[in-house]
């Protein structure tokens, strides 16, 4: 079982319409979460943090679940620059290697 | 922007040579990750140092090796490439616990 899961996709949205996507981790002692955002044949990026009471910046919005083990981005009034590889993050903070990648989400806003 | 950088950006290398991806960061950074990445398809951990002269094998079994004589600069080197070696390589740094900042990669064709 992969220690980080994401919704399948890809997810295909109108211009306007509103998309969440879920991630799911395996390790309780996670410390620190992560969106990343990655564009075709480019780097990932950070989109933003993911904090215990949840955060908004813009049409972004991220929440964190520890009972559930489970974080979400919820993407408002997409645009058609929105479309990308959103890849979720998790920092279980033991002493090796933090980051753990999930396998990502594909999104394609279409007009 | 992120103070990381890979050189060269792209490569097409005939097969048996050796050759060596460079990265270097200016931040500082202790951790220092290579992921490997074929197209449309999931990032891939291949070697991590948590600093100088720490240098560990990641998730997936690669035939490259890496070294940390100095922390802002974390060489791969394939010492004999292959076709099966074509991808893309994406070097990592982060600080303790938080985000990674990624280069631009390196895009690497055997032939």
């Known amino acids: 079982r992969k220690e980080v899961e994401q919704d399948p996709g890809p997810f295909n949205v109108p211009e306007g319409a509103t998309v969440a996507f879920n991630c799911t981790y395996s390790?309780?002692?996670?410390?620190?979460f992560f969106w990343y955002r990655q564009d075709c044949r480019k780097e990932p990026k950070l989109l933003m943090s993911?904090?215990?009471s949840g955060n908004e910046d813009g049409r972004f919005t991220a929440q964190l679940n520890r009972a559930s083990q489970y974080i979400s981005l919820l993407i408002r009034d997409s645009k058609l620059s929105d479309s990308a590889t959103y890849l979720c993050?998790?920092?279980?903070?033991?002493?090796?290697?933090?980051?753990?990648f999930g396998k990502g989400t594909s999104l394609l806003v279409t007009p | 922007e992120a103070d990381i950088y890979q050189t060269p950006r792209y490569l097409v290398i005939g097969t048996g040579k050796k050759i060596t991806l460079e990265c270097s960061q200016t931040?500082?950074?202790?951790?220092m990750y290579w992921y490997q990445q074929d197209p449309g398809m999931e990032l891939h951990l291949i070697h991590y140092?948590?600093?100088?002269?720490?240098?560990e094998k990641g998730d997936l079994s690669s035939e490259s090796t890496v070294s940390r004589i100095r922390t802002e600069h974390f060489p791969l080197t394939l010492e004999s490439a292959r076709p099966s070696h074509t991808s893309q390589y994406l070097c990592?740094?982060?600080?303790?616990?938080?985000?990674?900042?990624f280069g631009q990669g390196t895009r690497l064709t055997v032939v």
């Open positions: 990592a740094s982060s600080p303790e616990n938080t985000e990674a900042f």
């Open positions: 390790n309780s002692a996670s410390q620190s």
């Open positions: 993911v904090y215990s």
């Open positions: 993050v998790v920092n279980f903070g033991n002493s090796g290697y933090a980051l753990n």
């Open positions: 931040m500082g950074h202790d951790k």
């Open positions: 140092s948590y600093g100088v002269n720490s240098t």
